[in-house]
DNA sequence: TATATTTGCGGGTAAACACTCACTTATGCA
DNA sequence: TGCATAAGTGAGTGTTTACCCGCAAATATA
């Protein structure tokens, strides 16, 4: 990403690892200050609060997830591709960025409750992927947002007991295995 | 229910009324104590610490889910009534009891991390239902623990969505087509 | 070079926290 | 009735917390 080491995004990037280990709340001001070599008052001069620093951190992971998954669905366009993409986009992400999906995931259903659940971007492309196949029909008629929920809660579910060892397979048959039955539900 | 009132379940109900609304870590012991109506030291002679507490609560409730779930199954042996009660018991759980739905959820996801994520009966009991549905060659062969966290997400995820407002639609017709959805990924 | 603005510091603070403890009151039992 | 134990109290404890503020150094502007 090549970012410009400047003290702010030092913080950032502190209280990201920090927030990914621990949660928001158990992540103290001093922790992140002294993970980023900064004192606790500089933290401060660039963030008026605590929330507002996890405010920025949540929203630059988002974009990151964003953008990753943005990249799995540009082959193709018919809504099956894309349908497929996106769900090897999540996994994909999951595997290669397993804390920063965490937080992203744990963060956007619990510990920011009102803030920005507007902003769910993942969730509001697959609800069109969704209704773009219903038009060119590909998907049978449905509520596109309750199928979106289904798929989202069957992808979320299942990355969280993969992770925590509770389903023993290999990432390309789950993933196999997932698009098949979202499909099934689609079709 | 009909329980005995002791100080002990005093702080019990205060708790959780508590946890439900503002999450375990949010809560303090004062908040318990004052609501419960009980001192602060009191709290420490039913319980060793506010953990402790928390974890009764957490199992408690999750004991209540799951006798209600096992209610839902009773009507009929056959694998496809028994997953069509167990998600109308799910639903119907998370509709009358809306918060403690969400604590036990939430909890066994984010705040309880280690403690009792084996004790998850309500996932146990679904995989069950989806192996003897193998077994009884109603569903498919596929790896059940796999497929019980796919249903089990998209029922979760739908709450979710369903709660916080994203998802217009009544209960009977969400019910019906979650339904459908878990026989198209079985059958 | 003189001056204004931003960035960084780190000790300090008041509030909040989970938990303790010496003590009082209620309960069970012989 | 007398006594042991359990239940309840609330002021206190030591920490930890997010956040503040006077000051210094760096940087920008003239």
Not at 17 to 31: C, N, S, W
Not at 88 to 115: D, N, P, W
Not at 142 to 169: C, E, P, R
């Amino acid at each position: 990403m090549a970012q410009v080491r400047t003290k702010k995004q030092d913080i950032v990037n502190a209280a990201l690892a920090l927030f990914m280990k621990k949660g928001i709340k158990a992540t103290t001001t001093r922790d992140i200050a002294l993970r980023a070599d900064i004192s606790e008052g500089t933290i401060y001069r660039h963030f008026k609060s605590k929330a507002e620093l996890a405010q920025v951190v949540f929203e630059q992971n988002l974009e990151l997830f964003w953008k990753h998954l943005r990249h799995y669905l540009h082959r193709g366009d018919d809504p099956e591709q894309l349908l497929s993409g996106y769900i090897r986009g999540c996994f994909e992400f999951a595997r290669r960025h397993q804390r920063r999906y965490s937080f992203v995931i744990a963060a956007h259903q619990t510990e920011l409750k009102k803030l920005s659940r507007q902003k769910m971007k993942p969730m509001r492309m697959l609800i069109k992927i969704l209704m773009l196949g219903q038009k060119q029909k590909f998907f049978r008629e449905a509520n596109a947002h309750l199928a979106a929920a289904m798929i989202f809660g069957m992808l979320t579910q299942t990355i969280f007991y993969m992770k925590s060892g509770q389903i023993a397979v290999n990432y390309p048959i789950v993933i196999q295995e997932t698009t098949a039955a979202c499909l099934r539900i689609l079709k």
